[in-house]
């Protein structure tokens, strides 16, 4: 959604958790990279190529709240980035925790905009939007 908002709520959470500011880097750049995945939706769901239509599509989705599929949006996919990158390296795991972060503001945005938990739910968790 908002760059500068998910990126204040990283740094500040990475504050918060007494993190260095090379972690906190990380914290941020998570909380901005995980966003891919709207890209990824606009080239190969809506077989968007051409920059300036994709910039319209994003603008125009984005102005209205309306989700879709985006990969990196589901929790059970970020909570299973955070366990796997643990294991593996710490920045990466902190990139994840960063999409995490990201994720929480997502919702909370969704929840004040549209009131009830439709229609984003669905895009929200992995499991609800395999069952819908
Ligand atoms: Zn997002």
Not at 61 to 74: D, L, S, T, V
Request: glycine content about 4%.
């Amino acid at each position: 959604m908002n760059v500068l908002v998910h990126s204040l709520f990283n740094l500040l959470t990475g504050i918060l958790a007494n993190l260095s500011l090379y972690e906190i880097m990380f914290l941020v750049l998570g909380g901005i990279i995980i966003d891919i995945d709207h890209l990824i939706y606009m080239i190969f769901r809506e077989k968007l190529h051409n920059p300036k239509k994709i910039w319209k599509f994003h603008k125009q989705e984005y102005k209205i709240n309306r989700p879709h599929f985006y990969i990196f949006h589901f929790l059970e996919i970020i909570l299973l980035l955070m366990l796997i990158s643990y294991f593996i390296n710490w920045y990466l795991y902190l990139i994840f925790v960063g999409f995490l972060l990201h994720w929480i503001i997502d919702v909370a945005t969704y929840i004040q905009y549209y009131k009830k938990t439709r229609p984003w739910i669905n895009y929200c968790f992995l499991f609800l939007y395999l069952k819908r």
